[in-house]
């Protein structure tokens, strides 16, 4: 057991070991989550945060370490928050970025951290705004997000970003990933990344045909721009920014910023409030209360319905 509040104290100093010993607290579920949570509360909110999302290898990691650099030029204080959903284990297929974010290793205005989720009841849209919680009290002026891995965690961790950066790079066969996987839907600023490669320009042709085509946006709309980078080089990295910056301007006008974090607030509290709910039916596993619904539904005493709405009340109340 560690004491809540002079970790959240020294966190608050910015402290990168309290700020780890945080997360760590996150990833691994502990019970003293509630009490850091309420400790923290007061010193969120303050945080802008913006998702990474894109295919293997097209160069989030690149770029977000290219980003970070151009913010702490900015004089903002960074967070990156590396989360590998399909992974039970932080570390492993993140060594690599701890390796391309190393220029920011001995920065204290940066904190970077990886964290696994898999394995985690919630998993991801558990731990990620929990472990941004932590950041945002920490001080982060800004906080990267990037995920690692494919598949539904895109669209998972783009609801939990003010700003979702979804990049492509040329000859991935991305247009038409990028269809299925949806993510057209949930990217405010697209990035074809690896623009020192051939086709970089058809990719971003593309891009705007298709985004284009479920088109119908009005005056006061956000059209989602598209900005070709070669992150390795840190080429189209303030323009980037630049868009980062129009975005949140224009979500701060239209309200939509406000509205985004109370969507987010909504669906945390509703995955925590499952989350729980789950635990304790699952702890009944083996108990009497749920065999004796069992008995009495082949019996055919019960039908399956009520027999769950009296399960669902039992783990409630007390
Ligand atoms: N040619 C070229 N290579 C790049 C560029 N940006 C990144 N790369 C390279 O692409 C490879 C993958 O980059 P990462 O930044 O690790 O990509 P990622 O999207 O974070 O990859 P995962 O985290 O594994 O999904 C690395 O070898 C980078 O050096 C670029 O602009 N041009
Ligand atoms: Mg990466």
Redesign the pocket.
């Known amino acids: 057991m560690q004491d809540v509040s002079s970790l959240v104290a020294q966190a608050r100093e910015g402290r990168p070991r309290a700020v780890a010993r945080l997360i760590s607290l996150v990833e691994g579920a502990s019970p003293q989550l509630r009490e850091v949570m309420e400790a923290l509360a007061p010193l969120t909110g303050n945080a802008y945060v913006v998702g990474l999302t894109?295919?293997?290898?097209?160069?989030?990691?690149?770029?977000t370490s290219a980003l970070v650099t151009a913010y702490r030029k900015a004089g903002k204080r960074v967070g990156v928050l590396a989360v590998d959903p399909s992974s039970p284990f932080s570390g492993g297929?993140l060594l690599?970025?701890r390796v391309?974010m190393s220029e920011h290793a001995s920065d204290p205005g940066v904190y970077i951290r990886s964290m696994a989720t898999r394995g985690h009841l919630g998993g991801l849209a558990w731990a990620a705004p929990q472990a941004i919680r932590v950041l945002d009290a920490a001080g982060c002026d800004v906080i990267l997000v990037?995920t690692?891995?494919v598949g539904q965690s895109e669209v998972e961790i783009a609801s939990q970003a003010d700003t979702s950066v979804v990049?492509l790079a040329p000859g991935m066969g991305d247009g038409i990933q990028a269809a299925k996987a949806g993510i057209l839907e949930i990217g405010d600023v697209y990035v074809v990344?690896?623009?020192?490669?051939d086709g970089a320009d058809a990719t971003a042709r593309e891009l705007n045909h298709m985004l284009g085509l479920g088109e119908s946006r009005g005056p006061g709309d956000w059209r989602p721009p598209i900005v070709k980078?070669?992150?390795?080089?840190g080429e189209g990295i303030d323009e980037v920014v630049e868009a980062l910056e129009k975005h949140r301007a224009w979500m701060e006008e239209h309200g939509v910023l406000t509205e985004r974090r109370l969507a987010r607030a909504s669906q945390e509290i509703e995955t925590i409030a499952v989350t729980a709910l789950r635990r304790r039916i699952g702890d009944l596993h083996g108990d009497r209360r749920l065999s004796a619904l069992a008995e009495r539904i082949v019996a055919g005493e019960l039908d399956p319905y009520r027999a769950a709405d009296s399960l669902v009340e039992g783990v409630t109340e007390g």
């Open positions: 894109g295919s293997p290898g097209v160069g989030k990691s690149t770029s297929a690599g970025d391309r990037e690692v891995g990049l990344n690896k623009a020192d490669r980078t070669v992150a390795a080089r």
